[in-house]
């Protein structure tokens, strides 16, 4: 199943069946199919994913072609074209979704998740973001489909120290790149040295923590286990 594409200047946003794909049962024969529902804008750039068990197609992101990437999801329910008109949907997932093109994605039928990372974007928040986002409920048939984000947004003038003791880095707030957005969340990086597998988790903590800066000093007594974290600037 082919959807959308670059053969030049504008994008393409056609839908294409080659049946007797694998060369076995016959001669592949390409058919197009037309589909009922609000289509996704055509794209190129863009990543697919098809759902053999619900026989939908899922796509995400993707490019304009002219500079403009998208942070849109959408399902095409029916989409082997079998069993009548394919649909199209979007998906209205919480949370906040990226704007790439050229990703790397993966599904994972079984967990219903769809993996993003890398990629291009025409947001300057995520020019120079290396995480990996998940979007939960990826098929559309369940409710509460959202984004994660695996890991602390890019950021400058934060605080960051290591504990030798767990082998793990902690960052405290700073600002967004490129954005006046301040940020006053606290993270932890384990398997930091001495491993390819690193694990970001939000360490949050208890009781009334400082307002969101960036700026800041922050400094680390391994001693007691403190941190201790001064001034900084709030516009």
Request: glycine share 14%.
């Amino acid at each position: 199943i082919l959807y959308g594409g670059d053969a030049g200047i504008p994008p393409l946003s056609d839908i294409w069946v080659l049946s007797n794909a694998n060369g076995t049962g016959g001669t592949p024969v390409w058919t197009q199919l037309d589909a009922t529902g609000k289509a996704p804008l055509a794209r190129t750039g863009h990543a697919a994913f098809f759902d053999v068990v619900n026989d939908r197609m899922i796509v995400f992101g993707g490019t304009n072609g002219q500079g403009f990437t998208f942070s849109d999801s959408w399902v095409l329910s029916g989409a082997n074209g079998l069993k009548g008109l394919p649909a199209w949907s979007p998906i209205a997932a919480q949370g906040t979704a990226p704007s790439l093109a050229y990703h790397t994605s993966v599904y994972d039928a079984t967990k219903d998740n769809l993996y993003v990372f890398g990629g291009l974007s025409s947001e300057d928040k995520l020019g120079a973001n290396n995480h990996a986002f998940t979007l939960s409920g990826a098929n559309g048939i369940s409710s509460g489909e959202k984004w994660y984000l695996g890991g602390p947004a890019v950021r400058y003038s934060h605080s960051s120290f290591y504990d030798p003791v767990t082998n793990s880095f902690f960052v405290f707030a700073g600002q967004h790149a490129q954005t006046s957005v301040n940020f006053n969340d606290y993270w932890q990086e384990t398997g930091t040295i001495g491993t390819s597998n690193v694990t970001w988790t939000l360490a949050g903590g208890t009781g009334s923590k400082p307002s969101p800066r960036w700026g800041h000093t922050g400094v680390y007594d391994p001693n007691s286990n403190r941190m201790m974290v001064f001034g900084g600037e709030i516009g």
